[in-house]
């Protein structure tokens, strides 16, 4: 019986990673995009278990005690973090399992979880992430150097990582990560798991 693949995208903000993988969901049959749990508040648009797994803060510290996570990350004083349940879950049932997650927590999730495959989504010059950045409109000035300041910090991971994919047309980069995420071999399930061999 074959087993899935865990794949993990990451790159500064600003990069385009969630456009490439909402391309990739679309093209890659049997791929399911993680869900984050987070300490912060539904906004009213979220569903559980859709846009995130929301947990108190209590709830939160009790499972990564527990070991639940494969990596988590405090960000403006709320916890974020990937369940390793649901994720192992999909890779049982055959699916390519996309994380989307920063830099930080791919290095984590590389630790933590064995064998999975590292994309690094990067924009094609400073300049062009600068532009990005502030073309969003949703940050400050001063937000924006911070940002380009984690992203200089980001860019020294990209030699531990598998594939780079420079996302410099929308259309071209999401071809290019569809044939990576197909081109990984097939794996054998492992018996060990409760499977018959």
């Known amino acids: 019986m074959a087993k899935g693949d865990l794949i993990i995208i990451s790159g500064p903000s600003g990069a385009g990673k969630g456009t490439l ?19 912060r508040p539904p906004r009213p648009d979220e569903r559980e278990g859709v846009d995130y797994y929301f947990l108190t ?13 494969l990596e988590t990350a405090e960000v403006h004083g709320r916890r974020y973090g990937t369940l390793r349940g649901p994720v192992e879950e999909r890779i049982r049932d055959g699916f390519r399992v996309i994380l989307e997650i920063d830099p930080q927590g ?8 064995g064998e999975s495959t590292l994309v690094f989504v990067r924009a094609p010059s400073e300049e062009d992430l600068r532009r990005r950045l502030a073309k969003r409109g949703s940050e400050t000035p001063e937000q924006v150097e911070t940002r380009m300041r984690t992203a200089e910090r980001e ?9 780079v994919v420079i996302n410099d047309d929308v259309r071209r980069a999401t071809d290019e990560l569809v044939r990576i995420v197909e081109s990984l071999p ?9 499977h018959p061999a």
């Open 106 to 113: 791919a290095m984590q999730v590389r630790r933590n979880a």
């Open 57 to 69: 803060p209590e709830e939160f510290e009790r499972r990564e005690r527990a070991g639940e996570f």
């Open 186 to 194: 097939p794996k054998e399930q492992d018996p060990s798991n409760g």
């Open 155 to 163: 860019l020294q991971l990209v030699g531990d990582y598998d594939f």
């Open 21 to 39: 993988v909402r391309g990739l969901l679309a093209r890659v049959p049997r791929s399911w995009c993680s869900v984050s749990a987070t300490t």
